[in-house]
């Protein structure tokens, strides 16, 4: 072999890696889009984390996750969700309806796994359960029936309670379809609801001193995000003001409020995740069928509950999924 023919040789053999290299595809992309902060949504991108585990795909090694937080500004996920898109993500992981919409109204084609509280069919996220169509499928966790039930849960605590309130997120669609059914359910008990809607700190604040003087003497609170998010807040004012309250997570009673009835957040964020590595994968998501949340859990602090000057009615306490004492 002669010397310039050796050389050559050497040389493209040299670059050989570099040019495999460059031919191999980019680490996929996920956006997480969300209404709440890095600090409420541990237990989401925790949930997430895992489903994408079991999928195999690890952050960091053979999958990225871009992270978009409103900071409970609602208003601001439609910019979110198209920053998301200019990213060209392979597929956009949401929280709650409002996200799941700025998602949708942003792109047609990339695929969003969707974790919501209302019915997809309803709300036009998805053509039936069965087969979702379109870019989205995900989880429903029929949130509207649980704002009912947790009526029901409080007039059992408190059965001598004729005035009770409720607290909703009047930037979530949500919220009317919620309130209607929690006024229903008020109605069959015989207890007075007044609704109270609050999307900032403030708001939160001034239905407390509404409630006050009202005598309601319980508040269930609904299940928008961005009450999870102000759970350390609305646990506090229920303290200050011998308010008993339910919430749809069992974060809080866990962190110190005295109820919660709702689906299990972190096995449902697992289950998302599971379907993020599935559209990772190659499947569509007009092929994966919506799930239905069917794993609800009530949580109790009793020491809350004896701080609050509140006798727990055992059928409850024999209900329960888990008691903290």
């Known amino acids: 072999m002669r010397r310039r023919e050796f050389i050559t040789l050497l040389g493209s053999a040299a670059a050989w890696p570099l040019s495999v ?7 996929p992309l996920i956006g997480f889009l969300s209404p709440g902060s890095p600090e409420s949504d541990v237990v989401r991108l925790t949930g997430v984390r895992q489903g994408l585990k079991e999928s195999g795909y690890a952050e960091g090694q053979n999958v990225a996750i871009e992270y978009c937080f409103a900071y409970g500004q ?4 439609p910019a979110l969700a198209a920053d998301l898109v200019d ?5 956009i992981v949401t929280v709650g309806t409002p996200a799941t919409l700025a998602a949708k109204a942003t792109t047609t084609t990339i695929p969003i796994v969707f974790y919501i509280a209302v019915d997809p069919v309803q709300f036009g996220l ?13 989880l429903g966790a029929l949130s509207i029936d649980l704002a009912a039930k947790r009526l029901e849960v409080l007039h059992e605590l408190l059965p001598d309670a004729a005035v009770v309130a ?42 407390f001193v509404s409630l006050v003087k009202l005598r309601a003497r319980a508040l269930a609170v609904g299940g928008d995000p961005y009450f999870f998010n102000q759970r350390a807040q609305i646990m506090a004012l229920a303290a200050r003001d011998a308010v008993a309250t339910i919430s749809a997570w ?7 409020g005295l109820m919660s009835y709702g ?12 379907y993020a590595g599935k559209i990772l994968k190659g499947i569509r998501p007009a092929d994966l069928p ?23 009615p055992l059928p409850l306490i024999g209900r329960a999924d888990e008691v903290i004492e």
Not at 87 to 91: D, I, L, P, T, Y
Not at 126 to 132: G, I, Q
Not at 180 to 199: D, K, M, N, P, T
Not at 290 to 312: C, F, H, R, W
């Open 87 to 91: 990213r060209r993500v392979a597929g």
């Open 74 to 77: 609602n208003d601001r996920l």
């Open 263 to 274: 689906s299990d957040v972190a096995d449902a964020y697992r289950q998302v995740g599971l």
């Open 166 to 207: 409720m607290l909703v997120n009047p930037t979530n669609p949500v919220s009317e379809p919620e309130s209607r059914a929690a006024q229903g359910a008020a109605h069959s008990l015989g207890v007075e609801l007044h609704i109270f809607r609050a999307s900032t700190s403030g708001e939160i604040d001034a239905a």
């Open 126 to 138: 998805a053509a039936s359960l069965s087969r979702p169509g379109g870019n989205l499928t995900g």
């Open 290 to 312: 919506v799930q239905q949340v069917v794993k609800i859990e009530m949580v109790i602090n009793l020491k809350t509950a004896k701080t609050l000057g509140i006798t727990i």
């Open 250 to 256: 069992r974060e809080y009673p866990v962190a110190g």
């Open 21 to 27: 290299r460059a031919q191999q595809p980019a680490m």
